[in-house]
Nanobody
């Protein structure tokens, strides 16, 4: 059973940066694709970024392309999301997830989820 724990969220001004971390327990996570999703109040959970198990291929939503960077360190069993040039519309709870196929944008495509970390961007 894989458990995921996110950290690194917080309050930041527009234009600032945050780095989210996702720590996984369970060795199988190293062999799985990973993704970041976010959910703003009153909205559905949406795909933000995805990465293959080896970290060689990365996928991004158009809304975060060129601002966010996903990475992973399989030695540490962790996935990261570097968020730069943050905008107020990036405000949401951010979730880490593990699945079988990288880049899938559907919530149903992922098997494991963390509890989420709040990111708030002030204008």
């Amino acid at each position: 059973q894989v458990q995921l724990v996110e950290s690194g969220g917080g309050l930041v001004q527009a234009g600032g940066s945050l780095r989210l971390s996702c720590a996984a327990s369970g060795s199988t996570f190293r062999s799985q694709a990973a993704g970041w999703f976010r959910q703003a109040p009153g909205k559905e959970r949406e795909f933000v970024a995805g990465i293959t198990w080896g970290g060689t291929r990365k996928y991004y939503a158009d809304s975060v392309k060129d601002r966010f960077t996903i990475s992973r360190d399989n030695a540490k069993n962790a996935v990261y999301l570097q968020m730069d040039k943050l905008k107020p519309e990036d405000t949401a709870v951010y979730y880490c997830a593990g699945g079988q196929v990288a880049g899938r944008s559907g919530v149903e495509d992922y098997d494991y989820w963390g509890q989420g970390t709040q990111v708030t961007v002030s204008s």
